[in-house]
């Protein structure tokens, strides 16, 4: 218990100290990438240190839920990586430990991640959100502060375009000055044009003081009602001339109130009102524009007694509409069309403007249930994700941040493009909010479950060539022998009793050709029901094969070894019940098309075995009278 306890310590250890330092990278890399998406927002606005502390600070809130299972994965990975390499994975496993005993520490340590994970989500994120967007909201609405650059228009100031040639950055004159005053509109334009200038700030930083010497003013003249050619305009020569203009250059926070109704800015509990309360709304206001449509639109017109009595009396079966068209004149005609499309493009546009605010409802409901929804699955991906860096971290072998960095990052790229697919397939309508939030999650979780097991049972994960056999077996490609002789032969083959080996294995394989008859078709029904599932005889027939051809490529012979090749290598479960499980085969048999399918790549196995069986007879002759021909026995 003491030694368990012990490496508990060691592990917890190793993983805490990598996972610290993963996290805080993961964090800068994630505020890096935050802060180029808004850097056109910050720079050139003189925004004071604390402003900047303030964004840095909520902005490094945020991400830390997303920071999170990154870290988790890739301490993961680079902690059993290192064990594997260290050869101290293979030590513990040596003393009976398994990968799930190994793991049970991290595990819990994890599972308290997911914890502070959704606590950052539910109770940090959304007040850092609301500061966050708020104050981003305020640095856009701030004025960038005045920096007129020489021989470029500068068009930050609000109707105003400035253009300077030439500037003294010293005595702050400015020389060349051209001005586009454009605060009155485009047709009542001013163009001031002067040698030299200068721009102040005044003292409560709400207007611009503007002086300029030596110029002319040009002033258009045109009024509304003018349409001819030729506008009249005024010019004005000035030796100097005043100028004020409003340009605020203090930065004004925000209300956080704007984000309350944000999903973002929201708890769990919140959230959860917020959705019942939409879908009240959409409910009551559905409701309504039911009846509405019921009694205007498609209102049904009952008729007063009196022409209830008309139309019986009348005997009226039919009213044919277009025949009363018809029998109008030209003015009643007319009349009856544009009542008609003047009631139509009524309702039409009527019902539009509600299909509209229904839309937006709609969205808005599906933002929120995101939102809630997002809080669990972010903070499960700690977990998912552990069992994904854990397991192929045994399984690769590669500590340190070469190989566990690049694995990671395509892992965590691949959720990436999936958990955002499913979101913008949630908010669009396109799937249902709870599937294309937990799309990721149902993706991954398998995934990890999937190597958690392969590598607690030390099976092979990453060997291409297993896959590749798989494949060929299940394709039915033949894999062809490749023995070759040996330059150091310690046991020559016993050339007496091979001829008679031989002999016994074609009896045997003509015995079991004749009595599987493999050229026939199976039957289908016995071949689901049937309790057997392997055919023990081929089973032995193949080892007795291998055995004699192992012991004879012991050989100093080429010719024999040449012979040894000829043997085909058999797949003595191919021409069976696919699965080893009796009521898998059941459901298959049930399930025609899957069922047709392997009856068929049965059948076709079978009638290879049956030449297989044919060519070892032939190659067991061939050999025997090889040996004899060489005086071997």
Known sequence: MLRIKKLDIFILKSFCLLFLGTFFICL??????FLWRYVDDMVGKGLEMSVLAQFFFYSALTLVPVSLPLAVLLAALITFGNFGERFELLAMKAAGIPLIKIMRPLIILISFVCCISFYFQNVIAPQAQSKLWTLLLSMRQKSPELDIPEGAFYDEIDGYNLYVKHKNRETGMLYD?????????????QIIKADSGRLEMTADKQHLYLRLYSGEQFENLKSQNMNQKNVPYRRESFREKHAIIEFDSDFNMMDEGIMSGQSSSKNMIML???IDSIRNYNDSVGRSNYRYAKETTYQYQRLNKEDSTKVVQAKLTKLNFDSVFAASTLVEKQKFVQSA?????TIGNDWNFKSISMKQNDKNLRRHEAAWHEKITMSLACL??????????????????????????????FYYIVNNTGFKMARDGEWIVWIGMWTSTAVLAPLGAFLTYKSNNDSVVLNADAYINWIKNFLGIRSIRHLARKEVIIEDPDYQHLPDALQQLTDECMAYSEKKKLHHAPNYFKLWWAEHQRDEEMVRINENMEELIEEMSNTHYSALINLLNNYPIIPVYAHVRPFKQYWLNLLCGAIVPVGLFFYFRIWIFRLRLKKDVEKIVKNNNDIINYIKEQNLC
């Open 272 to 274: 959860q009102h917020g």
């Open 384 to 413: 998912v994700f552990f069992f994904i860096g854990a397991p192929l971290g045994g399984i690769i072998r590669k500590g340190g941040l070469g190989l566990p960095v690049v694995i990671s990052v395509l892992i965590f790229i």
């Open 341 to 345: 499309s003047s009631k139509a493009e």
């Open 177 to 189: 000055v051209l001005i586009y005053n454009f605060d009155k509109g485009f047709e009542n334009a």
């Open 28 to 33: 800068f890399i994630f505020m890096m990438q």
